[in-house]
């Protein structure tokens, strides 16, 4: 079995071909049984999380894959030194069951989850969006940055972040790549002037406010993963069209979904299109320059397949 590592995944997994990749898994259809989720006592310290994310592809059995992604959250690992997150993921024969190769699970997430938003974004941003806002500096900022350039003429991208050194730290990391790259001190101002706005944070409390947001703006977001954040206030969500990943995970996973439908300011009916829904030409996107878009995503067990696939079909040895 091979070990893939972070660094051979980067370097196999390029923008377009993944956003190939999860279109083409989006129109063929991946089984994404219900995640396992097991809560793990630790004695003298938070309890830990162990998460399982099967999924296999449909089709013959000859082509096909069965993936696993493993995720814990162990909280106590702060104190030792050692990141909460951890992940893997195994790759196996669809045919025989035997295991191809086990993945770096946090650098697939971060990859494959890029790629989603830039997926929907070659629908429903403008085609001629050049300024990226970025919210958020962490791990998944630089790859969500990436896939959004590959996919629309960037020119110039603005960081904002809490802690503001972090954010000049990234724009320094991102120097020299085609586009300028900033920080920002008022978020206000620059989701105001952006053509993408894309959100990658843990908040509680939106970030994305409607009253800021111009005609043509397309608003991409990407974290508040639970029912209790949120990246977008309601008027961002009641001026915008909604579009999401998928309607089961955005619907009961996601507050920037979840919390507008439960005050009223969104309708299930309201929510337009999915992946799906894209991939199979069932919605055309973007309907004028001039409207707001917003797409909601929270991952799915489908885009870590694709991603293991393409990555394991690049590395695996001559047959």
């Known amino acids: ?29 991946v089984v994404t049984p219900l995640r396992h989720h097991h809560t793990l006592s630790r004695p003298g310290e938070p309890d830990a999380v162990l998460l399982m994310m099967p999924a296999w592809s449909i089709g013959e059995a000859a082509d096909a894959y069965i993936g696993v992604k493993l995720v814990t959250v162990v909280p106590g690992n702060a104190a030792r030194g050692v990141a909460s997150v951890q992940g893997s993921y195994v790759l196996m024969s669809g045919l025989t069951g035997e295991p191809l190769a086990i993945l770096d699970g946090t650098t697939l997430t971060l990859l494959r989850t890029a790629a989603a938003s830039a997926l929907a974004a070659r629908s429903l941003a403008r085609a001629d969006a050049a300024r990226l806002v970025m919210i958020g500096a962490g791990a998944m900022a630089p790859h969500l940055i990436a896939a959004h350039a590959s996919v629309r003429p960037i020119r110039e991208v603005v960081i904002w972040n809490r802690d503001r050194a972090k954010a000049e730290a990234l724009a320094a990391r991102l120097a020299g790549r085609g ?90 009916d309201r929510i337009e299109a999915d992946l799906f829904d894209f991939a199979h030409g069932r919605h055309p996107g973007r309907g004028s320059d001039d409207e707001i878009t917003l797409f909601k995503s929270v991952g799915t067990a489908l885009e870590d397949l694709a991603a293991a696939r393409l990555a394991w079909e690049r590395l695996k040895p001559p047959a």
């Open 179 to 268: 586009y300028s790259v900033t920080a920002a001190d008022d978020l206000d101002a620059a989701v105001a002037s952006a053509d993408i706005v894309s959100a990658a944070t843990m908040s509680r409390q939106p970030l994305v406010r409607g009253r800021f947001l111009k005609p043509g703006t397309h608003v991409d977001l990407v974290g508040a993963y639970t029912p209790e954040m949120r990246e977008s206030d309601d008027a961002a969500v009641a001026r915008a069209r909604v579009f999401v990943d998928t309607r089961e995970g955005a619907t009961h996973e996601a507050g920037d979904i979840v919390q507008p439908l439960n005050n009223g300011t969104l309708t299930l």
């Open 1 to 29: 079995m091979r070990a893939v590592g972070a660094d051979e995944l980067i370097a196999s997994l390029d923008s377009p071909s993944l956003i190939a990749a999860l279109a083409d898994a989006f129109r063929e259809g």
